[in-house]
């Protein structure tokens, strides 16, 4: 018997969870409620931040990018603009990351989850080597998930849901992680639409008939062609501000743990 280990030989626990998401789409408010949820429910959690521009963090994160390096520094002593300050700070920072997966290795029987925030821009992260890197290295060690935090209220025009949805499948594409897509702000807006939408694309070309702020045809083509992605992912509609869909969405995240598991 080999309990919490699976047959390819990774340790079960923790699973890292990336949070991931469009700017504002509320990946740190969301971040925060999983460190509550994790704390009220006996759940170990281990929290990472990797925005080196954040100012101040709603939680006590365990690995934060800020401890390392010096993002203002960074801008300044290689005269860069924001964004090329935290781009340069992640790699710096990707670097030493064999460093953070010992400390979490040796942890590891302590802890069920690793929680790790990503910068505020997400292409930062998830179209550069060092975001890359520091995937791969929790890939290649943890059992690792995919966050896709959706803003719901911004998304119901089908225009830019389809280009939210293209979003969370490029990052598929280059992570080849298992994805949850975390409809967030439901105290706002329900997700259901957005269920229906990727359940059933009839229901999709009806909501677009009466969006007549966009030429259609491409829309209805790409809902055609993301049918296997949206059936390769786990949705689950929460809202940060209220905790609403907490269980649901580590359900889904061990869910998608097991599979990676099973398939890595
Ligand atoms: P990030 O840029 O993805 O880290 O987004 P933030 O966590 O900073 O959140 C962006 C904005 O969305 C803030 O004003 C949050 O208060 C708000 N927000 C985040 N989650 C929710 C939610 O579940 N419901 C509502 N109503 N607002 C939210
Ligand atoms: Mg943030």
């Given amino acids: 018997l080999n ?13 890292i969870i990336v949070v991931v998401g469009m700017a504002g ?24 931040n990797l925005d080196p521009a954040v100012m101040t963090l709603p939680f006590g994160a365990n690995i934060d990018i800020r401890d390392t390096v010096r993002y203002k520094e960074v801008m300044k002593q290689f005269n860069l603009g924001p964004n090329g300050g935290i781009l340069t700070s992640l790699n710096l920072f990707s670097t030493k990351f064999d460093e953070v997966i010992s400390m ?32 791969e290295a929790f890939a290649s060690t943890f059992p690792t998930v995919i966050a896709y935090v959706v803003d719901t209220p911004r998304s119901e025009s089908p225009a830019t849901f389809m280009s939210n949805m293209l979003y969370a499948c490029s990052i598929l594409y280059k992570t080849r992680l298992p994805l949850v897509l975390a409809f967030n702000k439901t105290d706002v807006a329900q997700h259901e639409f957005a269920l229906e939408w990727m359940k059933d694309f009839g229901v999709f070309h009806a909501a677009l008939d009466s969006d007549h702020s966009y030429t259609s045809t491409l829309t209805r083509s790409l809902s055609l062609a993301l049918e296997d992605f949206y059936k390769n992912l786990r949705s689950v509609g929460v809202s ?23 398939t890595y």
């Fill in 3 to 15: 309990i919490g280990q699976s047959s390819s030989g990774f340790a079960k626990k923790p699973i």
């Fill in 25 to 48: 789409s509320g990946k740190t408010t969301f971040l925060h409620r999983l460190v509550c949820h994790t704390k009220a429910s006996n759940i170990r959690g281990y929290v990472m």
């Fill in 104 to 135: 979490i290795e040796r942890r590891a029987d302590e802890l069920d989850y690793v929680l790790v925030d990503t910068p505020g821009q997400i292409e930062i992260f998830t179209w550069s080597a060092s975001g890359a890197i520091i995937t």
């Fill in 240 to 262: 940060a501000v209220t905790g609403a869909g907490m269980d649901a969405f580590f359900k889904a995240v061990e869910a998608s743990a097991e599979e990676y598991m099973e």
